[in-house]
């Protein structure tokens, strides 16, 4: 995308929590030159997914606009949601600009790359929770193979208790259970205990 075919600048500013002031965002955000009627806002959380005061911006959106905001951390919610929403406004021709992070400035070449590099240590965090959480599962798998179940004792009340009850015949299993809050795989592994 080249400069000189820049349109309007839209401007996004967020603050986490209702008690704090987005005054210091906003007035970095007019002095770079933006219409009133053009910033969006929103008080939430980064981690919240609703925020409609983005989503108004996201649709207001045209080619050749610039999205600006102040500081990075205030558009995505973690490091993949920045790089997938940045890679999305590319992919529709909307430059994108952060006035802390001077250096992010998709409208140019330098500033392209710089995302990129964003791009690729994004991947690679993914790659790294992909492998952890493989490795953790195949450790808890490893674990359960080996037996680590804790053993019953055979003097817990509850063991006592369901046999009596499972003996007395009164009782279905499936009143036996929620009466013992255990499941039936748990009623049943009671049972087999000498």
Not at 2 to 22: F, H
Not at 131 to 144: K, S
Request: net charge positive; glycine share 6%.
């Amino acid at each position: 995308m080249k400069k000189e075919t820049l349109g309007r600048l839209i401007r996004y500013a967020r603050v986490s929590i209702t008690e704090q002031d987005l005054s210091l965002q906003l007035d970095a955000l007019k002095k770079a030159g933006c219409k009133k009627e053009l910033i969006f806002m929103d008080k939430a959380p980064g981690t919240k997914t609703d925020r409609p005061g983005l989503e108004k911006c996201l649709t207001i959106l045209e080619p050749g606009d610039t999205l600006l905001v102040w500081p990075l951390d205030r558009l995505g919610r973690s490091m993949s949601h920045l790089v997938n929403l940045v890679q999305s406004l590319f992919e529709r021709k909307i430059g994108f600009r952060s006035l802390c992070d001077g250096a992010i400035d998709t409208t140019t070449a330098s500033g392209e790359l710089i995302f990129n590099i964003f791009s690729a240590m994004a991947q690679f965090e993914r790659r790294l929770i992909q492998e952890r959480t493989r490795a953790g599962l195949n450790a808890a798998r490893a674990r359960v193979r080996k037996g680590d179940r804790p053993p019953l004792n055979p003097n817990d009340p509850r063991i006592i208790s369901a046999k009596k009850l499972h003996q007395d015949k009164t009782l279905s299993i499936n009143e036996i259970c929620s009466t013992l809050k255990v499941s039936r795989a748990s009623f049943y592994r009671f049972l087999k205990e000498k």
